[in-house]
């Protein structure tokens, strides 16, 4: 079964990792806003020429080049499975630190955000468990609430949301090659007479 953001229906299980108290990098999303650890931060940059790559799912733009680096690039607002929305002068791109899909070291990552709010602190007051909605909502990537006044913010955890992202682009099966492996391939051709 594929989940509606077009990712193979893995276990829909909760993220094990709980957000822990400090500062938050606040985004929006719509008009929702969400909490990215500011230690996984590297830097904002404005919206940027994107090179599409092929076979990519809908959430994947594609790479940037960034002082020599190639990062990925993720939609979140796709990958959340909100609606569309056109980029605007308030659209950037988060490049944040993510650990490797390899499971040694780290890697770039970057996230395309409707716009940045603030660098806000909260304490283990402020943040409470994601509730358990039934199944009915993929909680996965979701830390934890934090209360900011009178609202509420998701906070992501980014890099289950990568390695997810990584899976998937792998065909979501553990040990077997890319889906776009096959494209790099020499093909056969049959012989003709």
Sequence with gaps: ??????????????????????????????????????????????????????????????????????????????RFGLPAGADHDRTCIVVTQVAATTGHGTRLYGVIVDGVEEVAHFSAADIQPTPDFGGAVDTRFITGMAKSGDNVKALIDLDSLAAAEGTALEGTVPGQPPATEA??????QPATR
Excluded: W
Excluded at 2 to 15: C, L, N, R, W, Y
Excluded at 62 to 77: A, C, F, T
Excluded at 183 to 188: G, L, N, V
């Design 1 to 78: 079964m594929t989940h509606p953001t077009g990712f193979p229906d893995v276990a829909q299980e909760k993220s094990e990792q709980t957000a822990l108290p400090g500062k938050y990098l606040t985004i929006t999303l719509g008009r929702e806003s969400y909490g990215i650890p500011v230690l996984k931060v590297r830097e904002i940059i404005r919206i940027c020429p994107i090179t599409r790559v092929a076979n990519m799912p809908p959430q994947v733009r594609g790479v940037i080049n960034l002082r020599g680096k190639v990062i990925p690039v993720v939609d979140l607002r796709t």
């Design 183 to 188: 494209a790099t391939q020499p093909r056969t």
